[in-house]
């Protein structure tokens, strides 16, 4: 089928900040006296924090502090602002993508406040407009559920099935299945085999002979 926009996760696909993010989120479950499994980190990656939390939560047996996300923001952005790189190949694919001016969004489980933090940081933030970056935050749900993709086609002014989306998580590849758009997985580590109905990428140079 015809792609006619294309619609990028952010941590992970564009910015390579799910390292920093599962570093964080480790440090908080640790000195809430939570254990912390290797099977966590494909678990917790693009995962909805409040489910991260309630479950460091749950493990503890304690709440944690109300200002948790107030905190993790904090330390997620000085650990940003340290240093952040793009995800190999993400300028020369937005840079083509800009040459054919095809229409691009991000959607993402984050804020867009860190969208703009990191994409800033990797000097990637001119590719895209304001209102072309889209938060589960601002639509009130979270991968897999599809609302964050089904709104950036919604801005794009293209038909859902007509829209290719980037993904590196399991969340939110299940979403943008849910969505009914064309999906490519990146997947250097071979995590989703199982999954039917997308195309699997080593790198996102691949994408150049799919979207460009």
Not at 94 to 122: F, H, Y
Request: one cysteine or more.
């Amino acid at each position: 089928m015809t792609i006619d926009a294309v619609i990028f996760d952010h941590d992970g696909t564009l910015v390579d900040s799910e390292t920093i993010t599962l570093t964080v989120v480790g440090e908080i479950a640790i000195e809430a006296g939570a254990e912390v499994y290797p099977e966590d980190i494909d678990r917790f990656v693009g995962a909805d924090l409040h489910v991260v939390f309630a479950e460091i939560e749950q493990r503890s047996g304690a709440p944690l502090p109300e200002d948790i996300f107030d905190h993790f923001r904090a330390r997620q952005t000085a650990a940003i602002q340290d240093g952040l790189d793009e995800i190999t190949g993400a300028r020369a694919l937005l840079s083509a993508l800009s040459t054919l001016s095809r229409p691009i969004a991000v959607a993402s489980n984050a804020p867009v406040a860190k969208m703009e933090l990191c994409l800033g940081a990797t000097n990637l933030l001119s590719f895209f407009s304001h209102d072309h970056l889209v938060s589960a935050y601002d639509v009130g749900a979270w991968k897999p559920d599809p609302t964050v993709f089904l709104r950036a086609a919604e801005i794009l002014d293209v038909a859902p099935a007509r829209c290719a989306v980037v993904e590196d998580s399991q969340p939110g590849v299940l979403g943008a299945l849910a969505a009914g758009m064309q999906v490519f997985a990146l997947d250097p580590k071979d995590r989703f085999g199982g999954i039917d109905g997308i195309t699997r990428i080593a790198a996102l140079a691949d994408l150049h002979d799919h979207l460009t």
